[in-house]
């Protein structure tokens, strides 16, 4: 079931399609989420800055940002009720930027699954190392965003360990 937008959020639909484009804008609820009966908005930004927008967008109008990788499990908790929702769905930020062979360094956005990435590291030879299946299916940023056990790689350690640096969007945008 998904929330229709209301005359009353046609502002906020109309300033999101500005900044990622009127085909990456929905209302409506993500399949594996609750659909709560407020307004709620599907965003699809395809650059950092782009995400840097929404969440100013979201929080000028005191909408709950909720970020969206692969989209498995539903949402663990509820912001406030009578709150919109903004949820920033990762799937266009899925490249690998920089793959440096020699240093063994990778850089890549947020919404590239880890088996995605391993299937491009596979075909050189390299390797994320043993970690579970189940949290390969995963988007990097999930992976970062979450400490679980799922992580662990009894011979490489928790998959944060191995980051080298990363970048994020301010709750203020």
Do not use: C, N, W
Not at 57 to 76: E, K, N, W, Y
Not at 130 to 152: C, F, H, N, W
């Amino acid at each position: 079931m998904t929330t229709a937008a209301s005359s009353s959020d046609a502002p906020l639909v109309e300033q999101l399609r500005a900044v990622v484009g009127p085909e990456h804008v929905t209302s409506g609820t993500p399949a594996a989420r609750r659909d709560t009966g407020r307004p709620t908005f599907i965003v699809r930004p395809g650059s950092a800055p782009e995400i840097a927008e929404v969440v100013q967008l979201a929080g000028s109008i005191g909408a709950a940002v909720i970020p969206v990788g692969t989209a498995m499990r539903d949402t663990v908790a509820e912001p406030d009720p009578g709150r919109s929702r903004v949820f920033i769905d990762l799937g266009r930020l899925h490249h690998v930027l920089r793959l440096d062979e020699k240093s063994l360094v990778v850089h890549v956005q947020a919404g590239l699954t880890a088996i995605e990435l391993e299937e491009i590291l596979s075909k050189r030879e390299l390797s994320l190392g043993d970690y579970p299946p189940s949290s390969l299916s995963s988007t990097i940023g999930g992976l970062l965003a979450v400490r679980t056990p799922g992580k662990l790689s009894r011979r490489h350690g928790f998959f944060e360990d191995a980051v080298l640096g990363l970048s994020a969007v301010l709750a203020d945008g």
